[in-house]
T-cell receptor, first 113, second 111 residues
Framework: NAGVTQTPKFQVLKTGQSMTLQCAQD?????MYWYRQDPGMGLRLIYY???????DKGEVPNGYNVSRLNKREFSLRLESAAPSQTSVYFC????????????FGPGTRLTVL | GENVEQHPSTLSVQEGDSAVIKCTYS??????FPWYKQELGKRPQLIID?????GEKKDQRIAVTLNKTAKHFSLHITETQPEDSAVYFC??????????FGGGTRVLVKP
């Protein structure tokens, strides 16, 4: 099992460009999450999906959109990237919303110039 | 919403000594408290968790305590080793089933 995978690993964008971060899990988990990690800020929840077909905003959703494509895949889209979105993005999944262990992907390091 | 404060932000200990990290939370409805370890450049990984109906949990050299009345919980690492050097995050699950993370503690174990 690959667990949680993310693509790409690194990305550099110019202000105003758009991109989609991809996440997939092969653990048959129901819930999936997107976090951003800034230095000294811990992990902040952007969006989450309790189950296939549902998505909800987290703590910092502005400037992002998500799609739960199917049970395995959960993508994060930046429509018009801004320097403030420079961060490391982690996708995670769990069997049960919130309480069960969340398994994290390797992360995507995004720089917006 | 839930707010989780974590202290200290950095912690330097001598190999073999104990390390203690403390977290406080604001939402009395929170009932699940995991701890994650993140090595440099790697993903966070769960090391231990505790539920609100338990006061203490141990797993080899690590233990977590929870004081629901005071709304704080702590991670204890005994007999620290160089491989314990990492950033540790506490988290709390409040209403809405979302985890809120603390700001992290960078632990350095000096040989």
């Amino acid at each position: 099992n690959a667990g949680v995978t993310q693509t790409p690993k690194f990305q550099v964008l110019k202000t105003g460009q758009s991109m989609t971060l991809q996440c997939a899990q092969d653990m048959n988990h129901n819930s999936m999450y997107w976090y951003r990690q800034d230095p000294g800020m811990g992990l902040r929840l952007i969006y989450y999906s309790a189950s296939e077909g549902t998505t909800d905003k987290g703590e910092v959703p502005n400037g992002y959109n998500v799609s739960r494509l199917n049970k395995r895949e959960f993508s994060l889209r930046l429509e018009s990237a801004a320097p403030s979105q420079t961060s490391v993005y982690f996708c995670a999944s769990s069997g049960i919303l919130g309480e069960a262990e969340q398994f994290f992907g390797p992360g995507t390091r995004l720089t917006v110039l | 919403g839930e707010n989780v404060e974590q202290h200290p932000s950095t912690l330097s200990v001598q190999e073999g000594d104990s390390a203690v990290i403390k977290c406080t939370y604001s939402d009395s409805a929170s009932n699940y408290f995991p701890w994650y370890k993140q090595e440099l450049g790697k993903r966070p990984q769960l090391i231990i968790d505790i539920r609100s109906n338990v006061g203490e949990k141990k797993d080899q050299r690590i233990a977590v305590t929870l004081n629901k009345t005071a709304k704080h919980f702590s991670l204890h690492i005994t007999e620290t080793q160089p491989e314990d050097s990492a950033v540790y995050f506490c988290a709390a699950r409040a209403a809405g089933n979302k985890l809120t993370f603390g700001g992290g503690t960078r632990v350095l174990v000096k040989p």
